[in-house]
T-cell receptor
């Protein structure tokens, strides 16, 4: 069983740039969620994708956007980066229609200078 | 609105002693409750969950948690702590009436087990 994988693991950007983070879901899972974890805080829900459509969104501005592909992998895009976007971005997969837990990847640590 | 509170930033316990990490929650419908553990610079690992049924749930690495509906609590426990249990622990809740799989996380509790 393949777990959730994310890339890149670390990256540094400057304010105003754009970034794309990638996630491959666990085998058999069809739902992908993205979370932002700022230093010293718990993860905050950004959004979730199911059947290639956004299915739930947290309190994040439109410059945070995403995609889900037919193979259930996903991308998180952030435009016009701000210093406060520096965080660990976590991808999690699950199987729709279950009450099961989320399976998280190791995360992508973004630093905005 | 959904929320999770972890009142302790840090819990210190000696190896071999029992440990408890506290969590209280607030949701509109029935809660689905979870505990995750995070090691430095790593993602979150699932420990255990409560969906329905027995109020005492057992999970990975000898951890267990007790669901208390009247106190809206879901405290994490372990009878005998190990130094390797030292990590950051997060409680999370999902509202059963929420069609998304959104988890609301607490702020985390750092567990330090001293030898």
């Amino acid at each position: 069983e393949t777990g959730v994988t994310q890339s890149p693991t670390h990256l540094i950007k400057t304010r105003g740039q754009q970034v794309t983070l990638r996630c491959s879901s666990q085998s058999g899972h069809n739902t992908v969620s993205w979370y932002q974890q700022a230093l010293g805080q718990g993860p905050q829900f950004i959004f979730q994708y199911y059947r290639e459509e956004e299915n739930g969104r947290g309190n994040f501005p439109p410059r945070f956007s995403g995609l889900q592909f037919p193979n259930y992998s996903s991308e998180l895009n952030v435009n016009a980066l701000e210093l406060d976007d520096s965080a660990l971005y976590l991808c999690a997969s699950s199987l729709a229609g279950t009450t099961g837990e989320l399976f998280f990847g190791e995360g992508s640590r973004l630093t905005v200078l | 609105a959904q929320s999770v509170a972890q009142p302790e930033d840090q819990v210190n316990v000696a190896e071999g002693n029992p440990l408890t990490v506290k969590c209280t929650y607030s949701v509109s419908g029935n809660p689905y409750l979870f505990w995750y553990v995070q090691y430095p610079n790593r993602g979150l690992q699932f420990l255990l969950k409560y969906i329905t049924g027995d109020n005492l749930v057992k999970g990975s690495y000898g951890f267990e948690a007790e669901f208390n509906k009247s106190q809206t609590s879901f405290h994490l426990k372990k009878p005998s702590a190990l130094v390797s249990d030292s990590a950051l622990y997060f409680c999370a809740v999902r509202d059963s009436v929420d069609s998304s799989y959104k988890l609301i996380f607490g702020s985390g509790t750092r567990l330090l087990v001293r030898p």
